[in-house]
Nanobody, 113 residues
Framework: QVQLVESGGGLVQAGGSLRLSCAAS????????IDWYRRAPGKARELVGG???????NYAGSVKGRFTISRDNALNTAYLQMNSLKPEDTAVYFC???????WGQGTQVTVSS
């Protein structure tokens, strides 16, 4: 059983930055790819990007160049660094162990204009 806990969300003005964390329990974190998703009000869940077990990353076009995903396997934690935030980035952000049913509870990000 793995538990994921996201943190770091909040209210920020457009152009600002936030760093989200996804902390995982369990000793097998390092073998999993980690995906970040978001769900905006009234919209479907969207894949933001992910990081493989080897550290390779991929991003949705809407966030490429602004968001950076990283991981620290020693801390069982993945990060989503979000810069140049826009109001349309407002959403609940979730992390997921790729290919599993393990999800965090989500953290709210609100970007004001």
């Amino acid at each position: 059983q793995v538990q994921l806990v996201e943190s770091g969300g909040g209210l920020v003005q457009a152009g600002g930055s936030l760093r989200l964390s996804c902390a995982a329990s369990g000793s097998t974190f390092s073998i999993y790819a980690i995906d970040w998703y978001r769900r905006a009000p009234g919209k479907a869940r969207e894949l933001v990007g992910g990081i493989g077990s080897g550290g390779n990353t991929n991003y949705a076009g809407s966030v490429k160049g602004r968001f950076t995903i990283s991981r620290d396997n020693a801390l069982n934690t993945a990060y989503l660094q979000m810069n140049s935030l826009k109001p349309e980035d407002t959403a609940v952000y979730f992390c997921n162990l790729f290919g599993t049913e393990y999800w965090g509870q989500g953290t709210q990000v609100t970007v004001s204009s």
